[in-house]
């Protein structure tokens, strides 16, 4: 719905001339700002241009938005939680050209709560040792406190370079 909400604003407004729409851009902003629904706030902001009085004001609430959608990104979780999360056993198989990994993976939750999802970080090493990739992937597993289970054909991804080893971590849980 804020897609076409969003779509609908920018065919009314995208056609009128920026420096004469700077202080109807900023209270379009100021309002979608208020209401929390920063994308459409963001837009009418960058909108003004640099040589109208209400840049500076404009560039605030964008750097507001922006601390605001650094804190929507993945947060690694409660360290004490997650360390009650074990990997017991974890294998892999590739494919010919050690690209494609599959995995399977043991995770006991010694924790007082049930496991809702956990991400798993596959960190992948040439030959030398090297790192040649890090990819995380989020397994559902409902998996009941003080239980064990097997999470199999687990699919991070491509490694685009041969690898000949693997390890992994928890790097979130949610419970």
């Known amino acids: 719905m804020k897609k076409i ?19 109807t851009n900023l209270k379009k902003g100021d309002e979608f700002f208020d209401k929390n629904e920063y994308e459409v706030a963001e837009y009418y902001y960058e909108k003004i241009p640099e040589e109208s009085p209400l840049f500076t004001q404009a560039q605030k609430k964008l750097n507001a938005i922006a601390m605001v959608k650094e804190q929507w990104k993945v947060v690694a979780g409660d360290p004490i939680e997650i360390s009650n999360i074990t990997i017991v056993e974890h294998k892999y198989n590739t494919d010919s050209s050690s690209t494609l990994p599959i995995h399977s993976v043991t995770l006991t939750n010694r924790y007082w709560k049930k496991l809702k999802s956990v991400d798993i970080q596959f960190s992948y090493y040439d ?41 992994i971590k928890i790097v979130n849980a949610d419970f």
Request: glycine letters at 6%; one cysteine or more; proline letters at 3%.
């Open 127 to 167: 030959i030398s040792g090297n790192i040649v990739a890090k990819l995380i992937t989020e397994i559902e597993t409902n998996l009941d406190s003080r239980n064990q289970r097997v999470y199999e054909n687990i699919s991070p991804g491509t490694v685009r370079e041969r690898f000949v080893s693997c390890e």
């Open 5 to 23: 909400i969003f779509s609908l604003l920018v065919i009314l407004f995208g056609c009128s001339d920026p420096a004469d729409q700077a202080g």
